[in-house]
């Protein structure tokens, strides 16, 4: 059984474009994120959620913005996409701070 | 602020023991360690909640000293299977979000 899982994995797309990445967790996680790795594997916080709260880091653009239709998934929405997003966005998911976090596969994410 | 990883890149022999550091400029609530192959989703690998406890997990061990704000991730008699990227990631409290580092690649030749 997956237990976070990402869709798609791989997504191509044109600057300008408007995309959406899926996410859903089994574990029955209070807490889901979204991380951003690109080409030098920097692993950066987006955003965090759980039913009661959304922390958005302060360097985000406001072209993303995450949709939870219910606590076990947490998908992310980016409006015109630019040639700068290109990269690897993990979703992952855990019981709270301070507890493990578990990682989808990732999505690719390349723009034309 | 993204807490430092040191070094950025070791090459070990198999049997061969490593130490990997990271050190941050804040007060800490806990540090993450993860590992990540590549291609792969970074993977769980310990946790150290501020108090400077010491954790092992077989040939891996991590320690956390709370006043340095730092903490050591410690491989011995290192697998080939060691191999990857070693990532620690900070809660510096009033973020309530992972930070992580640049990352330590780590390889391991037989």
């Known amino acids: 059984d997956t237990a976070v899982s990402q869709t798609p994995k791989y997504l191509v797309t044109q600057m300008g474009n408007d995309k959406s990445i899926k996410c859903e967790q089994n574990?029955?996680?209070?807490?889901m994120y979204w991380y951003k790795q690109d080409s030098k594997k920097f692993l950066k916080i987006m955003f965090s959620y759980n039913n009661k709260e959304l922390i958005i880091n302060e360097t985000v653009p406001n072209r993303f913005s995450p949709k939870s239709p219910d606590k076990a998934h947490l998908n992310l929405h980016i409006n015109s996409l630019e040639l700068g997003d290109s990269a690897v966005y993990f979703c992952?998911?855990?019981?709270?701070?301070?507890?493990?976090?578990?990682f989808g596969d990732g999505t690719r994410l390349s723009i034309l | 602020q993204q807490p430092v990883q040191s070094p950025q890149a070791v090459i070990l022999r198999e049997g061969e023991d490593a130490v990997i550091n990271c050190s941050s400029s804040k007060a800490l609530y806990s540090v993450h360690w993860y590992r990540q192959k590549h291609g792969e989703a970074p993977v769980f690998l310990m946790i150290l909640l501020k108090g400077g406890e010491q954790k092992g997990h077989e040939k891996i061990s991590a320690s956390f000293n709370e006043k340095k704000q730092q903490s050591s991730l410690y491989l011995t008699a290192s697998q080939l299977s060691y191999s990857g990227t070693y990532f620690c990631g900070t809660d510096a409290g009033s973020a309530r979000q992972l930070t992580f580092g640049s990352g330590t690649q780590l390889t391991v030749l037989p």
């Open positions: 992952a998911s855990s019981q709270g701070r301070g507890q493990p976090q578990h």
């Open positions: 574990l029955g996680h209070d807490t």
